[in-house]
């Protein structure tokens, strides 16, 4: 069984599915930010690519929100 959900951690944003890395390597929490800043680092830039950072796109599982944070999730 797999499962989604969004939680805070530690001050991280977690919308990740229970077989998935949670370190920033599979890309399987990707999520679009609507509104707001996250900091993120240690992810693997073949996962979330310039491209999608500029587009809004944030690995969930390894970003702390700088304030309120909205995510298309
Ligand atoms: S859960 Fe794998 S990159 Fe976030």
Redesign the pocket.
Known sequence: MIFTWLSFSNGKILV?KAS??????????KKRKLEGEVKMEG?DPE?LEESDRQEGYI????SYPVGRVVIDA
């Open positions: 990740v998935s890395c949670r370190s920033g390597v599979c890309g399987t929490c992810y996962v690995l969930t599982c390894i």
